[in-house]
Every structure is written in C-alpha cells, then in structure tokens.
C-alpha cells in the first residue's frame, strides 16, 4: 500500500503569468507558497480482482482505465501505464473547486503515488511536468504551472516560465521572523463559493490573445516580482500593499474574477485593518486571503458578522511526498 501526501497552495504574486497565452510570448513569473492542507492518495492492489477501483466523491469499478470517468486518474494511469489491478482512494483536506489548486494538487499527488507502486523514482521537476502535461496537454484545460509546480515543490518559490516552458524554481530565503509575521498576518476566509476556474482561465487567455489584456498582465508580473523582494527584504507591509494593486488590475482583465458578494466582503476587509487580499484560485469564489499586520481581532470578528469563518494555514516545505509504502 502506498499513500502519498500533497499540500495544496496559496499564491502569493503574479498569479496568471504562468498560462501558455502569456508566458510563450513573455515569459511568466510568480510567486507561490505550499500550506498545509493536503490531499492524499492511496494506490494499492486489489485483492484477487483484475478490475480497477477508484474512490473519490464517487466509486467506480471498471475493468480498465480505459472505463474510468475520472478524467485525470484515467490519463494518469495511461501514462504510467497502469490498466488494471489497482485501487485509488482520495481524501482531501478542503473541497475541490475552492481555489487552492486541488487538481493540480490531485494529480500530482496520484503521479507520486502510481510511480512509487511501480517502484520507479521521478524528480520533482518531471513530477511537476508530468502532472502539467495531462492537465494541458491530454485533458486540454486552459491551464497553467503554478499548481503543479509547487505542489510538487512545497515551500515559498519563485518560478520563473521561459518562452519555451522551462520553469526555473527559486527558494525564498526568509528570515525566521519573516516567515513567522508572514504567516501571523495572512489571514484566509473561505467563502462558501465553489467554482470551476475553467471557465474563468479561458477568458483570461482569450483576452491576454486578442483583447489586448497582455497590458495588465505585464503589470501584474511586474507585482509578482516587487512581492518576491519585498518578502525576501522582510518589507510585509510593502507586500500587503502590492496584493491590493494586484487586487486592482486582476478584477479588470475580465469578468468573473470576483464575485460580486466577495467585492464587498474585500472592501468590509479593507475598512476593517487588511492592507490588501486576494482570492487565491481563478474561479472568483473559494478562498479569500487578506493581509493583516494590525487589529486583526477586529477583521476577525467583521468578517465573522458576515458569516466569513477564519481558516488558519501554515507553509509546507517538504512538498509531494509518499508517507507510507508497505
């Protein structure tokens, strides 16, 4: 039995810049961390049973994984080459569709599994590009590298997308002291409002292609970049500022990036101690993450008389990782 632990993730600046439509003409850059809220997956054989079992928020018994309806476990089993005679249970830490990056996390976190089963070793990098190319590629989602990459990573990266899709992975050195306020001042609320961020991906590439969005999306780059100095500098309140003017121009590239019960929620924050936030997945609903160096007993308590409950995160640094294998 093999059960592989993945964190999901928080993006912290650039969010966006890592679609095709953008980084294959400019290039991409982002920062992101991994925190702790996973998913886990275990694969095992099947007792005398040649079919295929997978469990998720359904079960399937199929005969191969040509039959199965899960569309990223049925690729992932093809390219590792994996028919039948298995099991597959997934249990999550947070709902899908909450902005977090959970399939991203989710096929990550099965690759790691899959090829532990098989007793064959993988890199985080090809891990990260494996689950990238069935997302992209296989499945053809209007995605980028962000959630793969640093579920595969973990921890507080820089990643930088070349034209040619090469991403160059750069840990952020922050202090102690850093990492501690960083962690004390992000406050994360979730919001009830699951969405799809399919649909709002497509738009977005859409429009960086031919609405000429690309403006904006230089900009927000250029504030993914000023979020990694200041962390690194240890300048957070800098860094709350720039989620606000990522806040700005990323609600202006197209409709859906927020709803319109989160604007409000965003503005109570704002008049209430939050330097700047965000919501943390593309679907305009999920998560909403704020920063908050001072009074947060105070956006604490109107977030909650809008019904908006805390969930307290911390970074993860060790990434996809099999925790068991007997």
């Not at 600046?13 to 890592?18: F, H, I, L, M």
Request: net charge negative.
């Amino acid at each position: 039995m093999i059960i592989s632990r993945t964190p999901f993730r928080l993006s912290l600046g650039g969010g966006g810049t890592d679609l095709p439509s953008y980084y294959k003409t400019y290039g991409g850059f982002f920062v992101s961390g991994a925190v702790n809220r996973y998913v886990y997956i275990t694969v095992n054989k099947r007792f005398e049973e040649d079919s295929l079992r997978v469990s998720y928020s359904t079960t399937e018994i199929v005969p191969s994984a040509e039959d199965v309806q899960h569309r990223v476990v049925s690729q992932a089993l093809k390219l590792v080459g994996v028919q039948r005679g298995i099991e597959i249970v997934s249990v999550a830490d947070a709902p899908a569709a909450s902005g977090l990056g959970s399939s991203g996390s989710f096929c990550v976190g099965l690759l790691n599994a899959l090829h532990t089963y098989l007793h064959q070793d993988i890199t985080r990098r090809d891990l990260a590009e494996e689950a990238c190319d069935i997302a992209m590629n296989r499945l053809g989602e209007p995605s980028g590298k962000q959630d793969e990459y640093v579920a595969s990573y973990g921890g507080i990266s820089a990643y930088e997308i070349a034209k040619d899709g090469k991403v160059t992975v750069t840990p952020l050195a922050l202090s102690t002291n850093t990492l501690a306020e960083l962690e004390a001042s992000i406050m994360v609320f979730y919001t009830g409002i699951t969405r799809s961020a399919s649909e709002v991906l497509l738009k977005q590439q859409n429009a960086i292609e031919k609405d000429g969005a690309a403006e904006k999306m230089h900009q927000i780059r250029e504030i993914g970049l000023e979020s990694r100095d200041a962390l690194v500098g240890g300048d957070l309140t800098r860094f709350g500022e720039l989620l606000h003017e990522h806040w700005t121009v990323k609600r202006g590239i197209v409709d859906g990036m927020s709803a319109d019960p989160v604007d409000r929620w965003y503005w109570i924050a704002r008049e209430n101690g939050a330097l700047g936030g965000k919501i943390v997945g593309a679907g305009g609903g999920g998560f909403l993450m704020l920063y908050c160096d001072n009074g947060r007993k105070k956006l604490r308590k109107a977030m909650a008389q809008e019904g908006l409950m805390e969930h307290r995160f911390r970074f993860d640094f060790e990434g996809s990782k099999v925790i068991y294998n007997v």
